[in-house]
């Protein structure tokens, strides 16, 4: 700093605040996709809205997207049961496609995306690393844990969502955690605010 060597020290503190918002205006404007996976009841829906709101991004919930489909007749069968209904593997991979397709949009817009879903296929996980790959856009993983208990509790207390999930599907819809190689694992068994602030901070590793 040309200040500094002229004599004025405090000009040092100055010109690294400027270099900080510089580098906070780089991080917000880094385009990404972020995908947010684990178990119902596991917290990823709270963290992806609340880590959207931080990082100004787009959530794409297989929740959702998974309502919008069935209400617009593109699939049927009731919901609750696992490999039936709404669920069968056929509906499951429609919404995970329908999912990857709205993401390439809204990340060829310029738009960071947060996908939020079990993720527990790795045909799905692949499919939106394809995405991220035709456009060049880096990806970031994250797996939400809890307890078993903690996860059926926090089903049975919940009001109206888009979340078709019942306490009974919390175990079989967990995601293998040994087969999600390269997924930073969330423990949300502990304050929102510091899953938020370890996901922004893994966010902008390398930036």
């Known amino acids: 700093c040309i200040r500094v060597t002229q004599g004025r020290p405090e000009a040092r503190d100055d010109a690294r605040a400027h ?6 205006h780089l991080r917000l404007g880094t385009v990404r996709l972020i995908i947010v996976g ?5 917290g ?15 959530v794409l919930s297989t929740d959702d997207i998974r309502r919008e489909l069935h209400q617009g007749g593109l699939i049927g069968g ?8 709404l669920y069968t593997p056929e509906n499951v991979d429609r919404v995970y496609d329908e999912v990857c397709r709205r993401a390439k949009e809204l990340l060829a817009g310029g738009h960071t995306v947060i996908l939020d879903g079990t993720w527990r296929d790795p045909r799905h996980r692949r499919s939106a690393h394809e995405v ?12 939400c844990t ?25 175990a079989p819809l967990t995601p293998d955690l040994d087969d999600w190689v390269g997924a930073h694992r969330m423990d949300t068994s502990r304050p929102l605010s510091d899953s938020i602030a370890e996901a922004k901070q893994i966010c902008c590793v390398g930036i």
């Open 19 to 24: 270099q900080d918002i510089a580098l906070a």
């Open 38 to 42: 684990g178990g119902p009841g596991t």
């Open 44 to 58: 990823k829906s709270t963290l992806s809205q609340s880590l959207a709101r931080d990082i100004e991004a787009q």
């Open 78 to 85: 009731p919901a609750g049961t696992l490999q039936a209904g």
């Open 132 to 143: 991220a790959d035709d456009l060049s856009v880096p990806v970031v993983e994250f797996v």
């Open 146 to 170: 809890t307890t078993l208990d903690e996860a059926e509790r926090r089903i049975a207390g919940r009001g109206p969502t888009s979340s078709d999930a019942t306490a009974e599907m919390a």
